[in-house]
C-alpha cells in the first residue's frame, strides 16, 4: 500500500515539473492595432487591415442585410451581417468600392461590406423614396371617328364615349 502511494506521488512530482505549453495562443479574435495612412485602427486578427484608407467617419443606414467580410472584397471570411435599416458607422472606404466598418463611432473596425449596402443616414429617407416604383401613367384608350369626333373607353364601366 505504502508503495502504491509512493508510486502515486512521484509520478504526480515528475509530471508537475515537467513545462506548460505557452498560456496564451494567437487567435482570430484577439484585438491588434494596425497603422493605416494616419489612422490607428483595432480590430480581431481575423479581419484585415486595409492597405489604404479614405477616412469618412459618419453614420450609415443599411440597406439591406448585407454580409460583413474580413476583407475588402468577396474573397475574405463571412464576420456576420447588416441589420437591415440599422445604424452603422463608417470608418473609411478603403482602395476599392468596400467600406470599413464599425459597430460604434469611434469603435474597433469590425470588417467590410460593399460601398451600396448603406447610405448616410441624413440621406436614407431620401434614397428609400427614389427607389420606390412609380405608378404607370393611365393609358388613353381614345380612338379618332370621323373628322374631329374620338371615342374614348371609360377604364370603370368598359364602355365607349363618343365626343
Not at 487567435?27 to 483595432?42: A, C, H, M, N, Y
Not at 477616412?55 to 440597406?63: A, C, E, R, V
Amino acid at each position: 500500500m505504502k508503495i502504491r502511494i509512493m508510486l502515486v506521488l512521484l509520478t504526480t512530482l515528475a509530471l508537475s515539473a515537467c513545462k506548460s505549453g505557452p498560456l496564451h495562443k494567437d487567435g482570430p479574435d484577439d484585438i491588434i492595432t494596425s497603422q493605416v495612412g494616419e489612422l490607428t485602427l483595432k480590430h480581431r486578427r481575423a479581419v484585415e487591415a486595409p492597405e489604404s484608407l479614405k477616412p469618412i467617419n459618419q453614420q450609415y443606414t443599411s440597406l439591406y442585410a448585407a454580409s460583413i467580410m474580413t476583407r475588402p472584397d468577396y474573397s475574405g471570411n463571412l464576420v456576420g451581417h447588416l441589420t437591415n435599416a440599422k445604424p452603422f458607422y463608417v470608418i473609411g472606404q478603403p482602395n476599392n468600392r468596400w467600406l470599413a466598418i464599425s459597430e460604434e463611432k469611434e469603435g474597433n473596425l469590425v470588417g467590410y461590406v460593399p460601398y451600396n449596402a448603406g447610405v448616410p443616414s441624413s440621406q436614407y429617407l431620401q434614397t428609400l423614396r427614389q427607389d420606390r416604383p412609380r405608378r404607370a401613367k393611365a393609358k388613353s384608350d381614345c380612338v379618332a371617328v370621323g373628322g374631329d369626333s374620338k371615342a374614348c373607353k371609360d377604364a370603370a364601366s368598359e364602355t365607349w364615349i363618343i365626343d
